[in-house]
Nanobody, 128 residues
Framework: QVQLVESGGGLVQAGGSLRLSCAAS????????MGWFRQAPGKEREFVAA????????SYADSVKGRFTISRDNAENTVYLQANSLKPDDTGVYLC?????????????????????WGQGTQVTVSS
């Protein structure tokens, strides 16, 4: 079972940047597509970004495209989310997840239920 721990969240002013990290343990993440999701108070969890197990394919929600970048370092067993030009609407708990299908996944999924391993999340708050 993959254990995931997010870090790097915090309070930032609109227009600022944060770099979120997701460190994995117990298993290597090189066999999994990885995703970032977020959940704001009173709202459903939503897809933010994903990267294939090889790193060759990425996908982004329209709301973050051009501002956020997902990357992975399989040697460090870590996935990153670089979030630039942050807006108050980006506020929420950011969660890292590993796709349950492992290397059977072609490309990436944007769907919650395709991810079987989740971290506890890191809070991102963007002030206006």
């Amino acid at each position: 079972q993959v254990q995931l721990v997010e870090s790097g969240g915090g309070l930032v002013q609109a227009g600022g940047s944060l770099r979120l990290s997701c460190a994995a343990s117990r298993r290597t993440i090189s066999n999994y597509a990885m995703g970032w999701f977020r959940q704001a108070p009173g709202k459903e969890r939503e897809f933010v970004a994903a990267i294939s197990w090889s790193g060759g394919t990425t996908s982004y929600a329209d709301s973050v495209k051009g501002r956020f970048t997902i990357s992975r370092d399989n040697a460090e067993n870590t996935v990153y989310l670089q979030a630039n030009s942050l807006k108050p609407d980006d506020t929420g708990v950011y969660l890292c997840a590993a796709d349950r299908s492992g290397r059977l996944r072609i490309g990436v999924s944007t769907l919650n239920h395709d991810y079987g391993y989740w971290g506890q999340g890191t809070q991102v708050t963007v002030s206006s």
